[in-house]
């Protein structure tokens, strides 16, 4: 899935009620006002592309951050870091995998540097910001709803790697990756690479191949997803 991960906002699939043309998210980046702001939605619908896809677009400093590994000192580390860029001009886009993770002492950390515009804050979550993050920092950021892709689009994802890679596949296995990824695209690249590896060489990725890998542990997401206030969908 890494290798897959476009570096453009044209090879972007997806999210086109957010990034379609004349819409808020995809003109923000385009005319470089990036605000700071939270992404949410399920795995596997482009959260962490996105954020580099933006990073790359307006020629910011880019930094990953995870709330998973990560503490206090850690942040106040890379906000002193940022700062010092702030200083000459260089601005710097954190990029918070897992923000939900983050304590409130930990959320609270970053304000400072969010309204001063020492950072541009992206946060990743899939749950529901209004519950996990702080109001405080809530505020201070716009929420941005991302949507498992259609069946057209994980097919589209599937056929495009099949095309970079050489795999041959038959029809039905392709829509039968498609139904088994559920909206999520690393679902589906993880069962496209895992098929190629059971499948002979020069040989096509068939229905059999798949009832083998399905056989594996592959994990499904739902779609369901709730609209708040102030959130943008």
Do not use: C
Request: no cysteine.
């Amino acid at each position: 899935s890494e290798r897959m991960r476009p570096d453009a906002l044209g090879d972007f699939i997806g999210q086109v009620h957010l990034l379609g043309p004349g819409k808020a998210l995809r003109m923000a980046i385009e005319h470089d006002k990036i605000p700071s702001m939270i992404l949410w939605g399920p795995p596997g619908v482009g959260k962490t592309t996105l954020a580099q896809i933006i990073a790359h677009m307006t020629k910011s400093a880019f930094m990953t951050f995870s709330a998973v590994l990560s503490g206090i000192r850690e942040i106040k580390d890379i906000m002193a870091q940022a700062e010092r860029s702030h200083h000459h001009g260089r601005r710097t886009i954190l990029f918070v995998d897992e923000i939900h993770r983050f304590n409130k002492a930990q959320q609270d950390a970053f304000l400072p540097y969010v309204e001063k515009g020492s950072i541009t804050l992206i946060g990743a979550t899939t749950e529901n910001p209004s519950f996990e993050v702080i109001a405080a920092l809530l505020s201070r950021v716009r929420v941005f709803v991302l949507n498992p892709l259609s069946d057209e689009e994980i097919l589209s994802l599937v056929e495009k790697a099949s095309a970079r890679f050489d795999f041959r596949i038959e029809a039905d296995a392709a829509r039968t990756i498609v139904e088994l990824a559920n909206g999520d695209a690393r679902t589906a690249y993880n069962i496209l690479e895992l098929a190629s590896e059971s499948t002979e060489k020069d040989g096509s990725i068939s229905i059999e191949i798949l009832q083998e890998v399905a056989q594996k542990k592959v994990l499904i997401y739902d779609k369901a997803g709730e609209e708040h206030f102030n959130i943008i969908s």
